[in-house]
């Protein structure tokens, strides 16, 4: 019995070892993170993850101590990570006054301390292709160049110009150098923009300097302060600029502190060519998180021209392809360990030419390393063959996208610029409707609808004549023999009530001011013809969201709530007619609540009359013809708007002053009316939940 026992713990623990032994490659195999993407209704949907951790760097620094004995040096409050050319890597480790260099393969190969001239605290490193290496050298206040050999060749120091005055500070933290050997040096607390050095040294000017973000409450200041009151106010200054990339084409990228413009890619006229962009939104976040200030820290640009950003406040990594649209994006989620994979403070993110990603952490001071996985590869070569103008090519790659995640909505979208450029628009409309995109959808039935055109011209001409021929004829033979219906039977369904009171719309479109007065004076409207009518606006408001073309409404049907728009719609109108009876009563009008229940009903006729048509014609139009289709809209939403008006004036007897004047009370009424609503329930709701407290409490 005692040998048997002996056997099961000896098997049990070989069980244990094997299981801890593959822990490692499981961890290895999966990403310790959700990766999300965006559709294109800005949602963030789960995904499989583009990147898994690969390995970490910097992890085991040993050093010459002076005696020869190697001793262990690890990374301190590093600040910056560069990749050149032949993928070697170089950090700044502050803390350690120097510049360390790693291998392609992450091992550790040389410190750099430039012993003539030791650095301070250097935040940024940049490694030119000629083997030149630029530190920025903080402490020290400068820009130090080294050549291969690691010998001192220049010094940046501080700008000696009329542009800069005697408050400025240099102090650099990050740079970047480009093809003809311009230095870009960001400093920090400096918002003048990147300082520009010549190779030589000399100061050239300020580059991409950001624009001052005046707020609301600036202009209402300007506009009521004294110049004394102003002056005595903190002086508006541009956002600094954090961090600084460029790519291998020459443009210039910078990370900002600006809401507008966080992110800038610039041209060598210092010109943002995302002027139009926004980075850095709060995509999938959690309620906590939103409150939280966006961060971004640092940027890298890689062969392909695929942007990656990190938000260091949030910990959020973020993707983005050559144009600037939004890839992918994954969270690291709070760990008091380190793990691998996961960042707890990234500060600085660099990109080798297989495409890895390499996050410096000055939390855990070492570098987490990340590499694509056949998902993110298949989308990184899809994106860079579609912006090459490489449809054909690229389809293979998205049909790839698609099988390992069918939601990945880009896919459909790169596979559909395939479609379209093979000139197969009955798929391509398809595809981009799958995508979410408008514009594409109205292209591809643009060019369907004008080969249909041309291919029935014929048959669409000769119905159009032998129709004009018909009609003529049919005039001249009434003309001749006056056909008419037997007298008890013609219009006698225009005799009934509620017949006859929906039939007065059509008279309110024609003389709106008689028209209203006699749905007083005359009785010609009631309670069961505006029930109708304002059931109608609700169904064709609801036929008009769900059923108007794509081109126009490309929100999915299963994203739109038909019971908030229709209650909100109700809720909306009956607050305009109750806040409108008690405006009109109080400014001695002389409608009744019938007359302005009726009235408003009766105003809603143009969008029961046109909206569903509007709808339809949507279906056949495209983008191209997009004017008209805001103008119709545009003409119902003024037309039932003047009716409003001319119902007030000509139910109430006012003028036209005093028209506008109970327009504005009713909108001023209608508002504090939803406030005191907002209240009530608020306070309703904390007395249920403060009675049922007590309840429980006396339960016990």
């Not at 993850?49 to 262990?72: H, L, R, S, T, W």
């Not at 005595?232 to 990228?253: A, C, E, H, S, T």
């Not at 690229?394 to 610029?417: C, D, H, I, R």
């Not at 309670?527 to 008009?544: D, N, P, Q």
């Amino acid at each position: 019995m005692k040998l048997n026992l002996s056997k099961w713990m000896i098997g049990l623990g070989l069980v244990c070892l094997i299981s801890i032994a593959f822990i490692p490659a499981k961890a290895n195999a999966d990403a310790p993170y959700r990766t999300f993407f965006e559709d294109s209704n800005g949602r963030g949907i789960p995904t499989r993850p583009a990147y898994i951790p690969a390995g970490v760097v910097a992890k085991d620094i040993y050093v010459d101590n002076g005696n020869g004995e190697m001793v262990y040096s690890p990374l301190k409050r590093p600040q910056d990570i560069f990749i050149d050319r032949n993928d070697h890597i170089y950090i700044a480790d502050t803390d350690n006054d120097r510049v360390v260099h790693f291998s392609a393969d992450g091992i550790f190969m040389q410190e750099i301390k430039v012993p003539e001239s030791p650095l301070k605290s250097p935040q940024g490193v940049f490694a030119a292709d000629n083997g030149d290496i630029y530190i920025a050298d903080t402490g020290n206040k400068r820009v130090v160049k080294l050549n291969k050999k690691l010998q001192l060749q220049l010094e940046f120091t501080r700008p000696q110009s009329s542009l800069v005055n005697e408050s400025f500070i240099y102090e650099p933290t990050n740079l970047v150098v480009d093809s003809r050997g311009f230095v870009y040096v960001v400093s920090k607390g400096s918002y003048q923009g990147v300082i520009q050095f010549e190779p030589s040294g000399q100061f050239f000017g300020f580059f991409g300097a950001n624009a001052t973000e005046v707020k609301m409450m600036d202009m209402v200041r300007k506009l009521l302060y004294t110049k004394e009151q102003l002056s005595k106010q903190v002086r508006l200054l541009p956002p600094i600029i954090r961090n600084i990339d460029i790519d291998r084409q020459g443009f210039i990228y910078t990370v900002s502190g600006s809401s507008k413009e966080q992110v800038k890619k610039l041209n060598i006229r210092s010109e943002n060519v995302w002027k139009e962009l926004s980075f850095g939104e709060k995509i999938a976040y959690t309620p906590e998180e939103r409150d939280k200030e966006v961060q971004l820290s640092d940027l890298s640009v890689d062969a392909n021209g695929n942007m990656t950003v990190i938000d260091k406040n949030l910990n959020v990594v973020s993707q983005y392809d050559a144009s600037g649209k939004l890839q992918f994006f994954w969270k690291s989620p709070p760990s008091s360990t380190a793990i691998m994979g996961l960042n707890q403070s990234p500060v600085a993110v660099a990109t080798n030419s297989r495409n890895e990603l390499f996050f410096l952490d000055d939390a855990l001071n070492l570098v987490q390393k990340l590499k694509p996985t056949p998902l993110g590869a298949a989308i990184h070569e899809a994106f860079m063959l579609s912006q090459g103008g490489k449809y054909k090519e690229s389809e293979q790659n998205w049909e790839k996208v698609t099988k390992l995640n069918a939601l990945f909505s880009p896919a459909y979208y790169g596979m559909a610029q395939a479609a379209f450029n093979e000139g197969d628009y009955e798929q391509a409309k398809d595809l981009y409707k799958l995508a979410g995109h408008g514009q594409g959808y109205s292209d591809s039935y643009w060019q369907l609808r004008l080969i249909w055109f041309q291919k029935h011209f014929s048959l669409i001409a000769n119905s159009l004549v032998i129709s004009l021929v018909v009609f003529f004829i049919a005039v001249r033979l009434n003309r001749k023999y006056k056909f008419a219906l037997p007298s008890g039977l013609r219009f006698k369904w225009l005799r009934q009530t509620l017949t006859r009171q929906l039939k007065h719309a059509f008279y309110i479109l024609k003389h709106p001011l008689e028209g209203f007065s006699d749905l007083r004076f005359l009785n010609s409207g009631g309670y069961l013809s505006a029930f109708v009518l304002l059931g109608s606006t609700v169904l064709v408001l609801l036929v008009k969201t769900y059923y108007t073309g794509f081109s126009f409404n490309p929100k999915p049907p299963a994203d739109i709530n038909g019971s908030f728009i229709m209650t909100g719609f109700l809720v909306s109108w009956t607050s305009w007619v109750v806040c409108n009876y008690l405006i009109g009563t109080i400014q001695q009008g002389e409608a009744r609540f019938k007359d302005v229940f009726v009235g408003s009903s009766y105003a809603l006729f143009p969008f029961v009359l046109l909206g569903l048509p509007l709808a339809l014609v949507s279906n056949v139009l495209t983008l191209s013809e997009g004017s008209i289709y805001q103008a119709i809209e545009w003409g119902i939403l003024i037309w039932c708007g003047m009716l409003f008006f001319w119902k007030i004036q000509s139910l109430q007897n006012y003028s036209v002053g005093e028209t506008t004047v109970n327009i504005l009370l009713t909108l001023l009424a209608m508002i504090i009316l939803w406030v005191l609503i907002f209240i009530v329930f608020g306070l309703a709701s904390e007395l249920v939940g403060f009675i049922y407290t007590i309840y429980q409490e006396v339960s016990k």
